[in-house]
């Protein structure tokens, strides 16, 4: 694990932002992990800005998106695929027919799940997984547990995760209380993975994440046994380390 400190959310969204375009320069066709959430939104900005100037292109790229909450549709202003298509997809060169989300609308999960997998593998795999981290230590929505769980599937959303994501929400009772999720298998079979982490909220699970002991306690510290995982968090995300 290399981790890079940043001075703050900023920062660390312009080196975020340089570590994706510079994958994309070196491998154009990059199948690309990609997350939501408030963490990558100022990488995704300066991504736009660069595909803009002509700096770099999506147009060869395809995507895998890491979650979706069950139950929405993708027209859903809250659902995960609305969320990119409005910060992402709409405003870069990429072909949306390449972009991937899970299918919140399914109720079939067990079909749901194994065509996701399927399709990432057909796909050959992940080249860069994007990651923010929860408060909790999830990735994707892979909630502390006992076990890390391989494959895509469906997850009672912790209460910890629910309240944090009520923020995007009027209240908490319209939270889903379920989501789709990559497994920790093809997140750990990514070649790259670039962790970014922001905040005094989550210092303590960047500080688990990195330090802490392998345990599906907190997910993102089997990061760890990663190869080639990239951890970029400003100071106070590093605050407890
Ligand atoms: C989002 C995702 C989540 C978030 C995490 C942090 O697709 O998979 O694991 O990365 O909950 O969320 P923010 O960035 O909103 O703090």
């Given at each position: 694990m290399r981790i890079i400190r940043t001075r703050d959310y900023n920062h660390m969204s312009e080196h975020a932002a340089a570590v994706i375009a510079a994958q994309l320069t070196l491998q154009p066709n990059s199948t690309l992990g990609l997350a939501t959430g408030s963490t990558p939104l100022g990488a995704y900005v300066r991504l736009v800005e660069m595909c803009a100037a002509g700096?770099?292109?999506?147009?060869q790229v395809q995507s895998y998106n890491l979650d979706e909450y069950r139950?929405?549709?993708?027209?859903?202003?809250?659902s995960y695929h609305h969320f990119m298509w409005e910060n992402l997809f709409s405003r870069v060169?990429?072909?949306?027919?390449?972009t991937h989300v899970p299918d919140?609308?399914?109720?079939d999960a067990a079909s749901t799940c194994a065509n996701y997998d399927a399709a990432i593998e057909a796909a050959g795999g992940i080249d860069l997984q994007l990651l923010g981290i929860g408060?909790?230590?999830?990735?994707?929505?892979?909630?502390?547990?006992d076990e890390f769980v391989v494959g895509t599937h469906c997850v009672d959303l912790t209460e910890s995760t629910i309240k944090a994501n009520s923020?995007?929400?009027?209240?908490?009772?319209?939270?889903?209380r379920q989501a789709y999720t990559l497994g920790i298998g093809a997140i750990m079979h990514a070649r790259r993975i670039l962790v970014i982490a922001s905040g005094t909220a989550k210092a303590d699970a960047v500080h688990a994440m990195c330090y802490?002991?392998?345990t599906p306690a907190c997910p993102?510290?089997?990061?760890?046994?990663?190869p080639d995982c990239i951890v970029i968090a400003d100071a106070a995300a590093l605050s407890a380390c």
């Open positions: 700096k770099i292109s999506f147009a139950g929405l549709t993708h027209d859903d202003p809250q060169d990429i072909d949306v027919t390449r919140g609308s399914n109720e408060n909790n230590g999830h990735i994707g929505f892979n909630e502390p547990g923020r995007l929400f009027e209240s908490i009772d319209e939270v889903p802490g002991p392998v993102a510290s089997v990061l760890q046994l990663h």
